[in-house]
């Protein structure tokens, strides 16, 4: 399958972020991120409480479709939880601080700290903490929506808060829009190209 987004294109775009403060860095971020993939971004940050395998913070939602999603997410004070296992390649980008993380066979823990890349490939579990105030860009890519009852879960289950859920499911809903709306209007610019007589020969091949 073939995804929009590039990783070492997001890799270089998270590095000349790393100076910035934290705010500047998200800005800058969806900045480059719009000049790059025009159209394919959100027009704005906007902050949501995150609380997914008992971790809790808060994420800005940068992209979302049916197979990739960007995302910014930490915490100011530090977490700890599960990773989750998914049919998705999930790539976790460090902008500050550090993510220490650990498989289940794994006695040493792992130290990502910024500018590295944590890559939890498909059907991987990992434990993960942010010993202090710590923030990254997330990508992930494949199926999506296999992925939203894990992350919107522990609202259900313990924090009993509606808002995070609300907003989390209006953001990935406006996401998936955009990118429907481009693919309809790449497929109508295509079909003008071809012209009429395309039209009537794959009308009349169905």
């Known amino acids: 399958m073939a995804y929009l987004f590039d990783t070492q294109v997001l890799h270089d775009i998270i590095r000349s972020a790393l100076p910035l403060p934290t705010e500047a860095k998200a ?24 609380i997914a ?58 130290v990502y700290k910024a500018g590295d890349m944590h890559h939890l490939p498909r059907g991987v579990a990992r434990g993960y ?23 919107l879960g522990d609202s259900f289950s313990s924090t ?8 989390t499911i209006r953001a990935f809903t406006q996401g998936v829009m955009r990118e429907m709306s481009i693919g309809a209007k790449e497929g109508i610019k295509r079909l003008k190209a071809s012209g009429p007589r395309a039209f009537l020969k794959s009308s009349s091949e169905r």
Request: net charge negative; with cysteine; glycine share 10%.
């Open 27 to 50: 800005q800058h971020i969806r900045d480059e991120l719009e000049r790059r993939y025009p159209g394919h971004i959100a027009p704005r940050i906007e902050w949501i409480f995150n």
């Open 53 to 110: 395998g008992g971790a809790m913070g808060h994420m800005a939602v940068l992209h979302a479709s049916l197979t990739e999603y960007i995302l910014v997410f930490g915490s100011p004070i530090g977490t700890e939880g599960y990773s989750g296992r998914f049919l998705a390649d999930d790539f976790f980008y460090i902008l500050e601080g550090e993510q220490w993380a650990y498989g289940e066979s794994e006695l040493e823990r792992r």
């Open 129 to 151: 903490r942010f010993p202090d105030r710590c923030y990254a860009v997330e990508y992930a890519r494949g199926a999506i929506p296999l992925m939203l009852p894990f992350g």
């Open 160 to 167: 009993l808060d509606p808002i995070p859920v609300a907003k």
